[in-house]
T-cell receptor, first 114, second 110 residues
Framework: NAGVTQTPKFRILKIGQSMTLQCTQD?????MYWYRQDPGMGLKLIYY???????DKGEVPNGYNVSRSTTEDFPLRLELAAPSQTSVYFC?????????????FGNGTRLTVT | DAKTTQPNSMESNEEEPVHLPCNHS???????IHWYRQLPSQGPEYVIH???SNVNNRMASLAIAEDRKSSTLILHRATLRDAAVYYC???????????FGIGTKLQVIP
């Protein structure tokens, strides 16, 4: 299994441009998450989803949008990129259920907005 | 939401045991306690989890207080490869909303 796959690995955007960060998982996990990590800081939850068609805001949702049309995919959309969105973005998934199964993380997308 | 607190940083000598604490002051009775670590320039990876009993796996041990208000991740013999940031994330009931703080940065001294 590939696990959680994020694309692209790196991206440079100009201020005001838009882009979509892709995340796909092949483990049939219901729960998916997007986090951002600024240099030297912890992870901040942007959005999460508990199943196809269901999304909810995390700690820092402003400036981002998500959709969850399939179980496998959870893309993150930046509409008007700002320098404050320069960060490393991590996608994660989990099967959840009564055993509180752990999160599986992707390798991240490093985004620079200039 | 459940809240967790951890020290910002800790040091350990190589080949000595390390005890990393986490306080879970508002944890609910059915929420598992999870630990993750993040090696430099990598994404977080799962380490261990448990509910009430102490747990062991190939990476570490997890000791959970009887009242579940605190837990301790134990690395039995720290190696240089264990230098990382360790997280015990907050978990809002049913593990739907998982939030990470800044974690504990572990430095291992040769």
């Amino acid at each position: 299994n590939a696990g959680v796959t994020q694309t692209p690995k790196f991206r440079i955007l100009k201020i005001g441009q838009s882009m979509t960060l892709q995340c796909t998982q092949d483990m049939n996990h219901n729960y998916m998450y997007w986090y951002r990590q600024d240099p030297g800081m912890g992870l901040k939850l942007i959005y999460y989803s508990v199943g196809a068609g269901i999304t909810d805001k995390g700690e820092v949702p402003n400036g981002y949008n998500v959709s969850r049309s399939t179980t496998e995919d959870f893309p993150l959309r930046l509409e008007l990129a700002a320098p404050s969105q320069t960060s490393v973005y991590f996608c994660a998934s989990s099967s959840q259920g009564v055993d509180n199964s752990p999160l599986h993380f992707g390798n991240g997308t490093r985004l620079t907005v200039t | 939401d459940a809240k967790t607190t951890q020290p910002n940083s800790m040091e350990s000598n190589e080949e000595e045991p390390v005890h990393l604490p986490c306080n879970h002051s508002t944890i609910s009775g059915t929420d598992y306690i999870h630990w993750y670590r993040q090696l430099p320039s990598q994404g977080p990876e799962y380490v261990i989890h448990g509910l009430t009993s102490n747990v062991n796996n190939r990476m570490a041990s997890l000791a959970i207080a009887e009242d579940r208000k605190s837990s301790t991740l134990i690395l039995h013999r720290a190696t240089l490869r264990d230098a990382a940031v360790y997280y015990c994330p907050e978990n809002s009931g049913g593990y739907q909303k998982v939030t990470f703080g800044i974690g504990t940065k572990l430095q291992v001294i040769p």
